[in-house]
C-alpha cells in the first residue's frame, strides 16, 4: 500500500482537490493517506470530507487516517505533500502588509517575492526543513511535492539544505495558455506552448497550432482588448519585453519597479492593479468557509471530479512508469543556460518511475533572463539570511528586490526589515 502523506491537510479545498485526484487514479486508489494539520479543527473537516469522497468515490479502498504527530504522519510515506502556511492571515499576513505601508510600501499578493515574500520565506523555512529531519528519519526515499509559497525560495532551502528530493508545484503553468487564448477570444485546440523562466515568472516562450506562431494574433488582439481587465499588467510586460508570463497580472506588478509607484499613483487604475489583494482574499475565504465548510463536512454524498493539480498526475507516472510531463520548479543545474546555477528554475519536466527529469532549455531570450535575475537576487540573498542566521543578510534581499528599492530609501528598507523582525517576534527564528 503506498503512502501519502499531506502536510497542511488543514487547507481543505486543496487537500480536496488533490487527495481526491489520488482516489480516482487507479494506481492509487488504494493509498493510505495521512492527514496532518497544527489546526485540529480544520483537520478534522478535512478527514469527514475525504473520508466521503472516498465512500462515494472511492468503494472505501484508500485508507485516510488523520495524525496529531508529525512524524508518525510521514513514517513509510513515498510521497510528501506540503501546503502549509506558517503564521496564518492573523498575525503574520496583517503584520507582513500592514507595516510596510507605514513606510508608503505597498503590496498586492506578497507571498513569492517583496517584502511580504522574504518575511514569509524566512518563518517557513524552519518548518519545512524540520519535516525534512524527520523525512530523513522515517521516510528518507520520499518524494516531497511542494506547493508552499514562495515556491523558488522554499524548494530552494530543501534542494540545497536536505537530502530528500524535492520538486517544486505551481498551478500556473499548465492553465496559463488556455488562460491567454481564451481571454482574447481564440480558441484552445490543437495547440503546442513551452514554457520556461522561474515560478511566477516564467514564459511562454512558444505557442503555436499546427506550426503557426499564434503570438503575432495575441498582440494584435491585447491591443485590441476593452479596459480595463484583470490582464492588462500581463499584457504591458508581453508588449514591452515581447513574452506573455505564467503568473496573473496581481502578482507580477509587485515583481517588476514600474508599476506600484507613490510617484505615479495614477498607474494604479491604468493597469487595473488591486491593492492588498491577498489579505482581500484571506477575510473574503475565511468568511466564507463558515459556511462552505459546514456544507462541505455535512454532504454524505459529495463527490470528485479529478483536476489539473499535478500531484496526482506525478504520483501515476512514478507509480506507472508511464511518463508524464510537468512544469516542475528544480535546481538549475545548466537548464537555463543563462540564469545562476543555484536558483530554482521552472521548466518541463519528464516524470516516470526514475523521478522527476528536468529538461535543457539553453538561454532564454536576454531581456526575459535579466527579468528573472532581479527576482532570483532576492530569492537567493533570502536563502543566505535563512542559511546563515545573519540580518545583514535580510537587508540585502529586500535592498535589491525590484518594488521595494525603487519605492524606498537604504534607511528606510533597513528600518522596515527591523521593524517586521520585530513584529513578527517568535515566529521567526533569532538573526544577529
Known amino acids: 500500500m503506498t503512502k501519502i502523506a499531506f502536510m497542511g491537510a488543514g487547507s481543505t479545498i486543496f487537500a480536496k482537490n488533490v487527495l481526491g ?23 478534522i473537516e478535512s478527514e469527514v470530507i475525504l473520508k466521503n469522497i472516498n465512500k462515494n468515490c472511492n468503494s472505501n479502498r484508500a485508507k485516510i487516517v488523520a495524525y496529531s504527530d508529525r512524524k508518525e504522519a510521514l513514517r513509510g510515506a513515498k510521497y510528501v505533500v506540503n501546503a502549509i502556511q506558517v503564521g496564518g492571515y492573523e498575525p503574520c499576513t496583517v503584520t507582513d502588509f500592514e507595516i510596510p505601508k507605514k513606510y508608503g510600501l505597498r503590496q498586492t499578493i506578497g507571498d513569492t517575492l517583496g517584502i511580504g515574500g522574504i518575511f514569509r520565506a524566512l518563518r517557513t523555512m524552519p ?15 520520499a518524494w516531497f511535492l511542494n506547493y508552499t509559497n514562495p515556491m523558488a525560495i522554499l524548494t530552494g532551502a530543501m534542494l540545497r539544505g536536505t537530502s530528500i528530493k524535492t520538486v517544486g508545484l505551481c498551478h500556473s503553468v499548465q492553465v496559463c495558455a488556455d488562460y491567454l487564448l481564451k481571454g482574447l ?51 504591458e510586460i508581453m508588449k514591452q519585453f515581447g513574452y506573455y508570463v505564467t503568473e496573473s497580472s496581481e ?32 477575510v473574503a475565504q475565511i468568511n466564507g468557509w463558515k459556511q462552505l465548510g459546514k456544507d462541505l463536512v455535512n454532504n454524505k454524498n459529495i463527490e470528485h471530479k479529478r483536476t489539473s493539480e499535478y500531484a496526482s498526475y506525478i504520483m501515476e507516472a512514478m507509480e506507472t512508469d508511464v511518463p508524464y510531463k510537468i512544469g516542475g520548479n528544480v535546481l538549475n543545474n545548466g537548464l537555463i543556460t543563462n540564469l545562476p546555477k543555484d536558483a530554482v528554475v521552472e521548466v518541463p519536466c519528464l516524470v516516470d518511475r ?20 532581479t527576482n532570483i537576487n532576492t530569492q537567493l540573498l533570502t536563502l543566505e539570511a535563512a542559511m546563515t542566521g545573519k540580518k545583514e543578510y535580510i537587508y540585502h534581499a529586500a535592498m535589491l528586490d525590484p518594488h521595494t528599492s525603487s519605492e524606498l530609501s537604504i534607511d528606510d528598507i533597513i528600518a522596515l526589515c527591523d521593524d517586521l523582525i520585530e513584529a513578527h517576534g517568535n515566529w521567526l527564528p533569532k538573526f544577529v
Open 185 to 235: 477570444g481564440m480558441e484552445t485546440e490543437d495547440i503546442q506552448w513551452k514554457i520556461a523562466g522561474i515560478n511566477h515568472m516564467a514564459w511562454l516562450l512558444e505557442i503555436t497550432r499546427k506550426g503557426e506562431d499564434l503570438y503575432p494574433e495575441i498582440k494584435k488582439r491585447a491591443l485590441q482588448r476593452e479596459t480595463p481587465h484583470g490582464d492588462m499588467v500581463r499584457y
Open 354 to 373: 526514475s523521478g522527476v527529469t528536468p529538461c535543457h532549455i539553453g538561454d532564454l531570450p536576454p531581456q526575459l533572463a535579466a527579468l528573472n535575475r
Open 21 to 43: 485526484d489520488v482516489m480516482l487514479t487507479p494506481s492509487l486508489r488504494d493509498s493510505e493517506i495521512a492527514l496532518y494539520d497544527i489546526d485540529q479543527n480544520r483537520l
Open 251 to 282: 502578482h507580477n506588478a509587485e515583481y517588476m519597479p514600474y508599476f506600484i509607484k507613490d510617484k505615479y499613483p495614477e498607474l494604479i487604475e491604468r493597469f487595473n492593479i488591486p491593492l492588498d489583494e491577498y489579505p482581500r482574499r484571506c
Open 127 to 141: 518548518v519545512m526543513l524540520d519535516f525534512a529531519k524527520d523525512m530523513e528519519e522515517v521516510c528518507p526515499n
